[in-house]
């Protein structure tokens, strides 16, 4: 069964940085896109950045020159590095994981847990 943890949230003041981690068990994830998303206190959950098979990225404008997403395929990992953080970067943050053509986690799924960002002075 694939499964996906994530970690490395916590508390950060604004303009600080952090680095979310995303392992991959169960399946190898090297040529796989993957994505990372987020949910803020009261709001939808929203796409903050991908990475496709071949390499390339896509980032949500709001992240766009703070985030970066890249993926270690010796680990099974991917990664966000999240930079200048702004407190309405706060959330849970959720990774993702296409297989067969198909998203691993699913609008309607329990998404589990995710890692937790809370950016405030």
């Known amino acids: 069964q694939v499964q996906l943890v994530e970690s490395g949230g916590g508390l950060v003041q604004p303009g600080g940085s952090l680095r979310l981690s995303c392992a991959g068990s169960g399946s190898i994830f090297r040529f796989n896109p993957m994505e990372w998303h987020r949910q803020a206190p009261g709001k939808q959950r929203e796409l903050v950045a991908g990475i496709g098979s071949g390499g390339s990225t896509n980032y949500a404008d709001s992240v766009q020159g703070r985030f970066t997403i890249s993926r270690d395929n010796a680990k099974n990992t991917v990664y966000l590095a999240m930079n200048s953080l702004k407190p309405e970067d706060t959330g849970v943050y959720y990774c993702?994981?296409?297989?067969?053509?198909?998203?691993?986690?699913?609008?309607?799924?329990?998404w589990g847990r995710g890692t937790q960002v809370t950016v405030s002075s």
């Open positions: 993702n994981v296409m297989i067969g053509g198909r998203w691993l986690r699913r609008p309607n799924d329990n």
